[in-house]
């Protein structure tokens, strides 16, 4: 990789924030990886998108970003990404004019709606900026778990036994609750961070789950209990893929909240998993195959489920996943051997490869 682009650092442009009930998450990741960028090689160019969805050039302090203080006259220009595909640069709303910076590499590190789904990977491929993460149609596809099922189950992945509906429908999900018996799981088809995600063990919950999972997408997915714990895959690559340690997430009760995500009270996260290096392997060619399935480039993380007779399952596929230096993604390829600052030089190099 070039260390220098016309004779300077690369800019690589930060996106953070966003309209989406993931926004906290997004700057806590934006934030570590601003942090670790190593600055003889990288200008970290941090846009700020605000809950209601407007743009910004971030200058001030990486901290304000952590605090969710970033938002304010002093620090932020308003900005936007014009797309024409050989302007690769931000464009600067000033009192006296337009202004603007280049841009060489594109990391979007949103989560959710408008940052995870493919629509900022759209307008990134518009402007021909080279993007660090999954295309439009790998992001959509992931952040769709009924599709996402669909095509890992055709490549061969045992998935769970599911149900979809639409408002208007939810008589539906009790029937089908009958016929494979609780507990279940109730999903939004399209969200992350296990917003609106809940365990029903009866019609009594099921209904309420119904309710808070319309809250967050217009379809539920409603999905067998799966037997045993969860398994998780940082994945890395185009062509040739490395695959970290398998981690294996620990449970006290219940399953792997939002809460138990990000403050793991009562859970815990193994790092390599405590499983044998046979099973482990497997996991990791299981791993692959749904990442290829789903079109899926330069990082993603695969999660899935180990049951008691050693059956690997698919659960879901995070295509920016979370990003601090204690998340999980970090973490498996820490322990195969990639500092985050590598981690993040790699990502980089390949987003400029794939340009190339």
């Given at each position: 990789?070039?260390?220098?682009?016309?004779?300077?650092?690369?800019?690589?442009?930060?996106?953070?924030?966003?309209?989406?009930?993931?926004y906290?998450?997004?700057?806590?990741?934006?934030?570590?990886?601003?942090?670790?960028?190593?600055?003889?090689?990288y200008?970290?160019?941090?846009?700020?998108?605000?809950?209601?969805?407007?743009?910004?050039?971030?200058?001030?302090?990486?901290?304000?970003i952590?605090?969710?203080?970033w938002?304010?006259?002093?620090?932020?220009?308003?900005?936007l990404l014009?797309?024409?595909r050989?302007?690769?640069?931000?464009?600067l709303?000033?009192?006296?004019?337009?202004?603007?910076?280049p841009?060489?590499?594109?990391?979007?590190?949103?989560?959710?709606?408008?940052?995870?789904?493919?629509?900022?990977q759209?307008?990134i491929?518009?402007?021909?900026?080279?993007?660090?993460?999954?295309?439009?149609?790998?992001?959509?596809?992931?952040?769709?778990?009924?599709?996402?099922?669909?095509?890992?189950?055709?490549?061969?992945v045992?998935?769970?036994?599911?149900?979809?509906i639409?408002?208007?429908?939810?008589?539906?999900?009790?029937?089908?609750?009958?016929?494979i018996g609780?507990?279940?799981?109730?999903?939004?088809?399209?969200?992350?961070?296990?917003y609106?995600?809940?365990?029903?063990?009866?019609?009594?919950?099921l209904g309420?789950?119904?309710?808070?999972?319309?809250?967050?997408?217009?379809?539920?997915?409603?999905?067998?209990?799966?037997?045993?714990?969860?398994?998780?895959?940082?994945v890395l690559?185009?062509?040739?893929?490395?695959?970290?340690?398998?981690?294996?997430?620990?449970?006290?009760?219940?399953?792997?909240?939002?809460?138990?995500?990000?403050?793991?009270?009562?859970?815990?996260?193994?790092?390599?998993?405590?499983?044998?290096e046979?099973?482990?392997?497997?996991?990791?060619?299981t791993?692959?195959?749904?990442?290829?399935?789903?079109?899926?480039?330069?990082?993603?993380?695969?999660?899935?489920?180990?049951?008691?007779?050693?059956e690997?399952?698919?659960?879901?596929?995070?295509?920016?996943?979370?990003?601090?230096?204690?998340?999980?993604?970090?973490?498996?390829?820490?322990?195969?051997?990639?500092?985050?600052?590598?981690?993040?030089?790699?990502?980089?190099?390949q987003?400029?490869?794939?340009?190339?």
């Amino acid at each position: 990789m070039r260390d220098q682009v016309e004779n300077r650092k690369i800019a690589v442009a930060v996106f953070f924030g966003g309209d989406s009930s993931e926004y906290d998450v997004s700057l806590e990741s934006a934030y570590s990886v601003i942090c670790h960028l190593d600055r003889e090689k990288y200008d970290p160019v941090p846009v700020g998108i605000s809950r209601e969805g407007s743009w910004f050039l971030f200058r001030g302090d990486a901290e304000r970003i952590r605090e969710d203080t970033w938002q304010n006259p002093q620090d932020c220009v308003p900005a936007l990404l014009p797309p024409g595909r050989n302007s690769r640069k931000l464009l600067l709303i000033r009192e006296e004019g337009i202004g603007e910076i280049p841009v060489d590499v594109a990391f979007p590190v949103l989560h959710g709606r408008n940052g995870e789904d493919g629509t900022i990977q759209g307008l990134i491929g518009l402007s021909g900026i080279p993007l660090a993460g999954c295309g439009v149609l790998a992001s959509a596809l992931c952040m769709d778990k009924d599709r996402a099922h669909k095509l890992a189950g055709l490549s061969g992945v045992r998935v769970p036994e599911a149900f979809v509906i639409r408002r208007g429908e939810e008589a539906a999900a009790f029937e089908f609750a009958r016929q494979i018996g609780y507990p279940l799981y109730v999903k939004p088809v399209k969200a992350g961070s296990s917003y609106g995600v809940t365990r029903a063990v009866d019609e009594g919950e099921l209904g309420e789950a119904v309710k808070l999972a319309f809250q967050y997408d217009d379809q539920v997915i409603i999905e067998e209990n799966i037997q045993g714990f969860e398994v998780g895959c940082a994945v890395l690559g185009r062509r040739e893929l490395v695959v970290g340690e398998v981690d294996e997430i620990e449970l006290a009760g219940g399953f792997f909240d939002f809460t138990e995500k990000y403050t793991l009270k009562t859970s815990a996260i193994h790092v390599p998993a405590r499983i044998d290096e046979e099973k482990a392997d497997e996991i990791r060619k299981t791993a692959k195959t749904i990442y290829r399935a789903l079109g899926c480039e330069c990082f993603a993380r695969v999660d899935l489920f180990l049951t008691p007779e050693g059956e690997i399952v698919f659960n879901e596929v995070n295509t920016i996943p979370g990003f601090t230096a204690h998340s999980r993604y970090p973490g498996m390829m820490r322990a195969a051997g990639y500092s985050f600052e590598r981690l993040l030089d790699t990502i980089i190099h390949q987003a400029m490869e794939r340009e190339a």
